[in-house]
């Protein structure tokens, strides 16, 4: 497996466009996770997902910012409209079904650049 | 960050030498991991320790847990420059199904 995809590696916007990143689990990995990393809070838990399903979302910052899996090996993270503020790489990771093993495997993330 | 810790923030040490990152957390946790981040990468799993684990080896790496003080250790020995990098804990959730990191130690060896 290539391991967790993601696109594209960078981004840069204006303000108030719309953007949307892209990720492909590892096959078989049950559980997907948004992350979103900056300087100054860190990697922050944005959303999870399990069996394509929305499980907490109590990570996102703001309306503008929503999440979907339509299915098993695609999911989206959409900025409308988007601010300098968003600026951060946005990591999509998976997993297999919990258990006390448990890994997350890492895409190599989206620098995001809002102008 | 939201759920943990690390100290120091940045450590920068020689070639050959030891270095020690430390890791303090808020909630109950399953497990905790470790995980390397080159500069611009994704950030990659280094080592699992389980909550009834005190420690656990792998190769040069080195991990304590003390779950009573909520904290736990990764030690490098005989760092080498490949090993310059950012590295988190990451402490999984009672229902094995959040991975909360913690805030990250910056570490830089120096040939």
């Known amino acids: 497996d290539a391991g967790v995809i993601q696109s594209p590696r960078h981004e840069v916007t204006e303000m108030g466009q719309e953007v949307t990143l892209r990720c492909k689990p590892i096959?078989?990995?049950?559980?997907l996770f948004w992350y979103r990393q900056t300087m100054m809070r860190g990697l922050e838990l944005l959303i999870y997902?399990?069996?394509?399903?929305?499980?907490?979302d109590s990570g996102m910052p703001e309306d503008r910012f929503s999440a979907k899996m339509p299915n098993a090996s695609f999911s989206t993270l959409k900025i409308q409209p988007s601010e300098p503020r968003d600026s951060a790489v946005y990591f999509c990771?998976?997993?297999?079904?919990?258990?006390?093993?448990?890994?997350?495997?890492f895409g190599q993330g989206t620098r995001l650049t809002v102008v | 960050s939201q759920q943990g810790e690390e100290d120091p923030q940045a450590l920068s040490i020689q070639e050959g030498e030891n270095a020690t990152m430390n890791c303090s957390y808020k909630?109950?946790?399953?497990?905790l991991q470790w995980y390397r981040q080159n500069s611009g990468r994704g950030l990659v799993h280094l080592i699992l320790?389980?909550?009834?684990?005190r420690e656990k080896h792998s190769g040069r790496l080195r991990v304590t847990l003390d779950t009573s003080k909520k904290s736990s250790s990764l030690l490098i020995t005989a760092s080498r420059a490949a090993d310059t990098a950012s590295y988190f804990c990451?402490?999984?959730?009672?229902?094995?199904?959040?991975?909360?990191f913690g805030s990250g130690t910056k570490l830089n060896v120096k040939p």
């Open positions: 990771a998976s997993s297999l079904p919990p258990n006390p093993d448990t890994e997350a495997f």
């Open positions: 096959s078989g990995h049950d559980y």
């Open positions: 997902f399990n069996n394509n399903v929305p499980i907490d």
């Open positions: 909630t109950s946790i399953n497990n």
């Open positions: 320790i389980r909550s009834n684990e």
């Open positions: 990451a402490m999984i959730t009672d229902n094995f199904n959040k991975f909360y």
